[in-house]
């Protein structure tokens, strides 16, 4: 069972980008939509494409490969990913982001 870590400064989380950071060996991407923060695993499930690097839409991930859309909420996938990508729950305290993993 782990415990909130932290994993950014709130001000390093710009609104629509995605911050890919490492905890516990484990890659997670960081994104903040208004005044909340997402974070969810990295990497693409249809086939291990960076997530960071592709872009938030409609609080979706949108991988940068083939375009599957993953729900910020459910870590549901669209096509061609068929797995869903783990989320991960945020605490932010002041001016710190903590994940669990
Ligand atoms: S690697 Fe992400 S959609 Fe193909």
Same mark, same amino acid.
């Given at each position: 069972m782990s415990?909130? @870590?932290f994993a950014a400064k709130l001000s390093d989380l710009a609104e629509g980008s995605i911050t890919a950071v490492?905890? !516990?060996?484990?890659? @997670? +991407?960081?994104?903040?939509? =208004?005044?909340? @923060?997402? +974070?969810f695993g990295n990497v693409c499930t249809h086939d291990d494409g960076p997530l960071h690097? =592709?872009?938030?839409? !409609?609080?979706c +991930? @949108?991988?940068?490969r083939h375009g599957a859309r993953? !729900?910020?909420i459910t870590g549901q996938p669209t096509f061609p990913a068929v797995a869903r990508i783990p989320i991960y729950e945020v605490k932010v305290e002041q001016e710190n982001v903590l994940v669990k993993l």
């Open positions: 415990d909130f @870590v490492y905890i !516990d060996e484990t890659p @997670v +991407a960081l994104t903040r939509v =208004g005044e909340r @923060v997402f +974070a690097e =592709g872009h938030i839409e !409609d609080n +991930a @949108v991988c940068p993953f !729900d910020l």
